[in-house]
């Protein structure tokens, strides 16, 4: 089980950008493919991105392809997701998980495909 500490949330203003954080204890990124979710008030939480534990494969939803990207840095076992052109309708908490996986192209897109999840970071997005 590895433990996942999101940080970097906050208020932007619409157009603006933020930079996630998802530090790692417990166990060495090594082999978990990592995912970003995000819940806004009453809603599903629903998939925003997944990057493969190689790092070379990552997939996005459609509502933030082109203005989001997910990375890691193995070495400090930290996932990002840089968030830019920042919308309104991006307003959530936002959730980083954990699937452990041989398969180095692997990028999980569903909640059930993940092991381990974080406690989430608010972002909220002015007009």
């Known amino acids: 089980q590895v433990q996942l500490v999101e940080s970097g949330g906050g208020l932007v203003q619409a157009g603006g950008s933020l930079k996630l954080s998802c530090a790692a204890s417990g166990r060495t990124l090594t082999n978990y493919a990592l995912g970003w979710f995000r819940q806004a008030p009453g809603k599903e939480r629903e998939f925003v991105a997944a990057?493969?534990?190689?790092?070379?494969?990552?997939y996005y939803s459609d509502h933030v392809k082109g203005r989001f990207t997910a990375s890691r840095d193995d070495a400090k076992n930290t996932v990002y997701l840089q968030m830019n052109s920042l919308k309104p309708e991006d307003t959530a908490d936002y959730y980083c998980a954990a699937r452990w996986t041989m398969d180095i192209t692997y990028t999980p897109r569903r909640l059930g495909e993940y092991e381990d999840w974080g406690q989430g970071t608010q972002v909220t997005v002015s007009s």
């Open positions: 990057i493969s534990w190689s790092g070379r494969n990552t």
